[in-house]
């Protein structure tokens, strides 16, 4: 690795947002195009439609290889074999640890770590599965905070979920951004839950009858601004990932942060 001078070592970790600007694939690898351009070294292991619990599993194997060898019960993804080697691994800049100056986690919906069985729950109200959202958000930043002295230094930026400061209350991890959605559209406020991929279940009569009206009435007012953000330009050309043009954004917003 050749590391230019002032250049950051830098991790993105998240689900699809992290990897930058979609239409059915990766077209633009956006917060990772413009760190590189500043050059910057950064590893991107983002996975679509990846869980917490992924990316918790992925930086146990970062951890692993930082430490010079694999944990027997993990098998290292493609993507970390693209972006991350026991060769990087061994070069760690005069045996440095953390390896990473920083690690920029994209939070996404925490409700990919539910069974579809069990989202809808019999007499919930709005306030039980918003206060089950945030029970998930604040279990993970709880794990993520275990890789701060080996993996990097974590910072939050907030994707499908807005981070909140009692997310990371008690712990060293720190919010780089508490919300993409706010700083690309400027004068809204995000949504405080996201259920989207969780309705189609509602087409089984059995899961439709348990759930409670004015829960079900919230829920889709909360989707309705997820919908919003769907038809802004700058969600173009999918309108469910920020484009380049966000992830410029992003970066313009973490560089000033951080002198990046």
């Known amino acids: 690795m050749d590391f230019a001078k002032n250049a950051k070592n830098i991790l993105i970790a998240g689900d699809s947002w992290g990897l930058g600007e979609w239409n059915g694939r990766p077209t633009h690898s956006g917060l990772e195009y413009y760190l590189e351009k500043q050059k910057h070294i950064v590893h991107n292991v983002s996975l679509a439609s990846g869980s917490m619990y992924d990316m918790i599993d992925r930086l146990y194997v970062i951890q692993d290889m930082i430490f ?36 920029f986690v994209f939070v996404t919906d925490p409700h990919r770590e539910i069974k579809d069985k069990d989202f809808w729950v019999k007499g919930y109200s709005y306030e ?78 059995a899961v439709a009858k ?38 410029y954004k992003i970066y313009k917003f973490l560089k000033e942060k951080y002198n990046l």
């Not at 009435?217 to 989707?223: F, G, N, V």
């Open 68 to 103: 010079d060898g694999h944990r027997p019960d993990y098998t290292v993804p493609p993507v970390l074999q693209k972006h991350f080697t026991l060769e990087d691994a061994r070069n760690i800049s005069g045996g440095a640890i953390p390896y990473y100056d920083i690690v």
């Open 210 to 247: 348990k759930v409670d009206k004015d829960a079900f009435i919230e829920l889709a007012e909360q989707s309705s601004i997820f919908n919003f953000y769907k038809k802004q330009p700058i969600m173009n050309p999918d309108g469910n990932h920020p484009n380049r043009n966000g992830h």
């Open 128 to 205: 039980d599965y918003l206060n089950r959202h945030h029970r998930i958000i604040r279990k993970y930043i709880k794990a993520l905070d275990r890789f701060n002295e080996t993996v990097g230094s974590i910072k939050l930026i907030g994707g499908l979920s807005k981070c909140l400061n009692r997310y990371v209350k008690n712990t060293s991890v720190t919010i780089a951004l508490p919300s993409v959605l706010e700083l690309i559209v400027p004068g809204t406020e995000q949504f405080e839950i996201y259920c989207e991929d969780q309705f189609h279940l509602l087409r089984n009569p």
